[in-house]
């Protein structure tokens, strides 16, 4: 269904910038005359919905990604109902976004209903392709963060439209297409998720149980670690770390934060969705191979061993080597953020409800951990970054494949709902697809969300 696309046979200038010719059987409308904006406000029971680009706009509740919410009166927020579109005059790099649900969002979006409701599906595609979005750049005024979308303007813009029944086509044939190149991308993406899996069941299994297969076990006592080789010695935690309480006082240091993914990373570095500090000065500083502790996130993996100096939250938990103890910054790190260790700091925070589990300095301090030899450690650690080059190689190429696909099926799509590509025989040979996943997002709605930094950061 790819190879056999051909172009149209006549073409005819547009008067549109961003799409300077359209199939000769095509007509072009003002934006205004296609959709019309609406402004109802007043339905404050009405639940609240978040707009996503990945999956148009649905029910907040459905919204996993946390958010920091504004208090304001709900009955100033807009009514949207199934099927209008949402566009941000702010935020509009995804294009404008469909609903999925009846309910009320911010007066800062801008909702609009289509004025036939037969043009619908394909303006939903034609919304997210990539030249409708590049021209919503050419409605924009200010200069950047103040940059808005001139809506106005924008509705006085052309936008073309097939006959309603190549419309129809043009919907049935990028649900296959786009389901075939989501099927693809899907796959690679369960193949990460072994490969990841793969990668964690070999460090679990060599911190805990180290590398020799011929090595004699022991009791290690201790409920999450199980059996232990027989030379290894097992330690409190208190015995080879000791808090630390350094404190910044320009504030002017690298800022860093704890990523559930990799540990102690510079913040720059990281997604972070909390608000920046209106001071630094009395945060707390670490060093290269010093642990850090989110203590309300360690149940989530929130710490590892720092390879930075910098400031973290003074709410946040410090501790380094103790002197003469042996243990190596890495191996302790790789233990930390182990399975079986994590799930022991889950058991061992306490609060009300889980997000505000917290573990505290006594309850880590009290807790065992293995410790092989000085040079068995360096064995595992050496053992571990070279599995980790091998896994990492792997994802790195498979999400490339995934990046291709996903730029195809963003090409593919602008092709067709642009006229460049002539789609109507195809699609009279495939049957229709159920509309249970909105066109484009197949793979997205299993995207992880951005990393996230808890309370205390």
Request: hydrophobic residues 40%; positive net charge; charged residues 25%.
């Amino acid at each position: 269904m790819f190879r056999d696309l051909r172009s149209h046979k006549g073409y005819k200038p547009s008067g549109i910038t961003w799409m300077p010719t359209i199939p000769s059987h095509w007509r072009t409308q003002r934006l205004k005359t296609v959709v019309y904006e609406k402004n109802v406000k007043g339905f404050p029971d009405e639940p609240l919905l978040a707009a996503t680009q990945a999956r148009g706009v649905i029910l907040k509740t459905e919204f996993e990604t946390r958010t920091v919410e504004a208090q304001k009166s709900l009955e100033t927020l807009k009514l949207v109902d199934v099927n209008d579109f949402v566009i941000s005059l702010r935020s509009f790099q995804g294009g404008i976004e469909r609903s999925h649900a009846r309910g009320i969002i911010s007066p800062a979006y801008t909702v609009l209903q289509t004025q036939n409701a037969g043009n619908r599906e394909y303006l939903a595609l034609l919304f997210k392709s990539r030249q409708f979005i590049d021209a919503l750049t050419l409605t924009v005024t200010g200069i950047r963060e103040g940059q808005n979308i001139e809506y106005p303007r924008l509705a006085r813009e052309l936008v073309a439209l097939p006959p309603a029944a190549e419309q129809a086509a043009i919907v049935k044939y990028l649900a296959h297409a786009q389901a075939r190149v989501d099927k693809a991308i899907n796959a690679k993406r369960k193949l990460i998720a072994l490969i990841e899996e793969r990668k964690q069941v070999i460090i679990d299994q060599a911190v805990t149980r180290g590398l020799a297969a011929s090595t004699q076990f022991k009791d290690s006592e201790v409920a999450w670690l199980g059996e232990v080789p027989t030379h290894w010695k097992i330690r409190r935690i208190k015995y080879l770390l000791r808090p630390i309480n350094k404190r910044s006082i320009a504030g002017d240091e690298q800022r860093l934060t704890v990523s559930s993914a990799k540990g102690i990373v510079p913040r720059a570095d990281a997604s972070v969705t909390m608000f920046e500090a209106a001071t630094y000065v009395g945060h707390k500083l670490c060093w290269p191979d010093d642990l850090v502790i989110n203590s309300l996130w360690a149940w989530g993996r929130g710490l590892g061993v720092s390879r930075h100096h910098g400031l973290v939250s003074a709410a946040y938990g410090v501790y380094r080597s103790r002197v003469g103890t042996g243990l190596v910054p890495a191996y302790l790190h790789e233990v930390v953020r182990s399975r079986p260790f994590h799930k022991e700091l889950f058991v061992q925070s306490r609060g009300v409800w889980k997000s505000r589990l917290q573990l505290t300095d006594e309850r880590f301090l009290a807790l065992y951990m293995p410790l092989p030899p000085l040079s068995e450690q360096i064995q595992i650690v050496e053992y571990l970054r070279g599995k980790s080059t091998e896994s990492d190689n792997a994802v790195a190429k498979i999400a490339r494949e995934i990046e291709l696909l996903r730029e195809f099926r963003t090409r593919l799509t602008s092709d067709v709902v642009t006229g460049q590509v002539d789609v109507r025989e195809i699609a009279a040979t495939l049957f229709e697809l159920n509309d249970d996943v909105p066109l484009g997002t197949g793979d997205e709605l299993i995207d992880p969300e951005p990393e996230l930094e808890e309370p205390g950061d």
